[in-house]
Each structure stands twice: as C-alpha cells, then as structure tokens.
C-alpha cells in the first residue's frame, strides 16, 4: 500500500479471489500506473484507489462498473482491507514506531458522504473521467458503508474492550476538548465501551450502517450514568464536574436531567446535590464575586458560584430551574426546587454573618 509519503509495504494490499486493492495518496499514482494495469477510483479528495482483478473479471460490461464493482464483491474487499490495516496500528499512540502509521490513516480511508455530494454537485468543473470518477464512488459509497458497519473496526478507548462492533460501541462525538475528555473518563470508569470517530465517520455510520445499533452519546445517556455510578463523581476536579454540568444542561432542554446529581456548583467551590424536595435554598444575586464581601465565609455555600462561565451562570438562573411550572407533567412545583432567586436577590439580613 502506498502512503502520504508514496512508501510501499505490500503486506498491506488487500487480495481476495477476485481482486487486489492498493490506496494511494494522489501524487504517488503515476508510480503505480506505470508499473501495473490497475483501474482507479477517486476515493476521497486526497486518495485515490487502484484496483486490479482478475483476468476472467476483464469481459465484464464497462457501462456500468458500480454493477462490476460488486459483483467483484470490492465493498466487502474494501472493509476487510480496511479491517486488516487496523490491525497494524496501534491505536493507544499516535503514532506506530514500526509503521509510521496512525489510526487517523484509517479514517482518511473511509469516504466521505457529504464531501462526495459536494463533488457530485460541482461534477462540471471537472473532465468527463474525472465526472464518471466522481458518479461511480457515490453510487457505490453506500455499499462500502454498510460493509464497514459489519467489520470490528472501531477502537474503544475503554481498557479491555480493543476493536468494538458497532453494536456494542458508544460514539463520543463531542468536539475535541475538556468535555470530551470528562466524558471519555466518566463513561470508561463505567466500563462504557466509548470511541471517538471523526464527524465524516459518525456521518457515514448512521447513514448507511444499521441504525439500530448506533449508539451516540447524549445529555441522557450520561445523565443516567452517573445517577447509577455516583461515586465516579467524588473522583472528578471541580472543572471536570462543571464541564459534565455544562454539556447536560446546555445540551439539553431538560432541567430534571441533573436531579440527584451532585453538579450544583456553589460559591464556596464545593458542588451540592439538586434535589426537588425539602431543598435548601441556593440564592442567585449576581454574577460578581463582590457580593460575597457582604457576608460570612461560612455562608458563601448558600450562594450560587458567581465564578462559573456566563452560558453556564445564566442557565441556572433561569426560569427553569427556579421551580416556574412548565406542565404538570415534566416539572416540579415552584416550592420543589433547590434553586432558585428570591424577591430581593439576596438573603435578608438576619441571614448576614458580619452585622
């Protein structure tokens, strides 16, 4: 196979008994060219695919190569090279040392959906073979994604899991960052067999692969995780719970997701439970940090943190989740919940621990 670099290892060539598959990168296929009789197909804007197959295959109609494609069974080809390629990565690192290969390669390899109806749009702009190119891997991109959803292609980050089917496999497709991180290690910590796939991949999966096997991470999922593994929260810093708060509740509409969570940030950087019965009053009166002169150190915990971000601030003081009935049905009564402002922003002043 040929990488970026346009090296050659042919233990990663595919074979089965009807053809040979090589990817290239686009400057390197003049070399193969030149050296076989190989066909192409462009499989993504920066690969380029070189079949070859067998000589019998070659009296096959050439009007119609998406219909030669599968009786040649390219897809199912395609995902067990994919799958045999995987298999030489080592996906813990970022890089192979013994390949110089990393599990972004594999990826790279899977096409992309809406980049090829991007192509497929634009086919104008292009030769007549470059348009034929374009035509023939966008009728035949949704047989090579439903191949790949039957191959153990996914590698769970969760110790002990290795290559995940997609049945088995949690998507943690939030953007790269500390709340992806939180999740990564609140969900592994519950043996969740979490991966992290590109946005193209995630795409392609839940387009063209079983969907009732998918399973992507939501507000929800880690609502109810942590509600049965509590205890995972007494490991976490206070910026890893504000941003498990912050991806529940600003992900999702509904406040009850973080009852009986211990998420409930308060100004003296210690977190509290949301409750919605017999809750202490958590007062809300202002996102500044100078109120807190006017009272007792020891009473700061009856405030809300004034220190956490605005979108996150302003959540919690809304409506919401200051007990104003949405229905009878989805929200507790006004009395019910543990947070909330009251009439004059702040506590009275028998409350005031310096008078």
């Not at 090589?22 to 400057?27: A, I, K, M």
């Not at 992309?112 to 749009?121: F, G, P, S, T």
């Not at 949405?326 to 008078?355: H, K, L």
Request: aromatic fraction near 10%; charged fraction near 20%; glycine fraction near 2%.
């Amino acid at each position: 196979m040929y990488t970026n670099n346009g090296k050659v290892d042919n233990s990663h060539t595919y074979f089965n008994e009807y053809m040979a598959i090589e990817v290239l990168s686009s400057e390197s296929s003049n070399i193969l060219l030149q050296s076989q009789n190989y066909q192409s197909i462009q499989l993504t804007s920066s690969r380029i695919l070189y079949y070859c197959t067998c000589p019998s295959l070659n009296s096959l109609s050439k009007d119609d190569l998406c219909t030669k494609l599968r009786q040649i069974k390219f897809p199912q080809a395609y995902a067990l090279f994919l799958k045999d390629l995987s298999r030489l990565i080592k996906p813990i690192t970022s890089l192979s040392s013994s390949s110089n290969l990393s599990i972004d390669l594999i990826w790279e390899l899977m096409p992309d959906v809406d980049e090829h109806q991007r192509l497929l749009n634009e086919k104008h702009k292009y030769s007549l073979q470059q348009q034929q190119n374009v035509q023939i891997i966008n009728n035949i991109i949704p047989d090579i994604w439903r191949e790949i959803g039957k191959q153990e292609l996914f590698y769970s980050v969760t110790d002990g899991w290795g290559y995940v089917a997609i049945e088995d496999m949690i998507i943690n497709n939030v953007e790269s960052g500390p709340i992806q991180d939180v999740l990564t290690y609140v969900f592994s910590e519950a043996n969740a067999p979490i991966v992290i796939l590109p946005s193209h991949v995630i795409n392609g999966l839940c387009k063209y692969s079983n969907k009732h096997y998918l399973q992507v991470m939501t507000p929800f999922h880690a609502s109810e995780l942590l509600a049965k593994n509590s205890s995972i929260l007494l490991r976490l810093t206070f910026e890893q719970k504000l941003s498990l708060l912050k991806y529940i509740i600003l992900n999702d509409p509904d406040p009850t997701l973080v009852l009986e969570l211990e998420l409930l940030p308060l100004a003296n950087n210690t977190f509290i439970t949301f409750q919605t019965k017999q809750a202490s009053i958590v007062y809300i009166v202002d996102k500044s940090v100078d109120f807190l002169k006017l009272f007792h150190i020891k009473q700061h915990d009856r405030f809300l943190n004034p220190n956490i971000d605005q979108d996150l601030f302003d959540k919690l003081s809304s409506k919401n989740f200051q007990g104003i009935r949405r229905s009878e049905s989805t929200s507790p009564s006004s009395r019910d919940r543990g947070i909330r402002r009251s009439e004059s922003t702040s506590p009275s002043s028998r409350d005031r621990g310096n008078e």
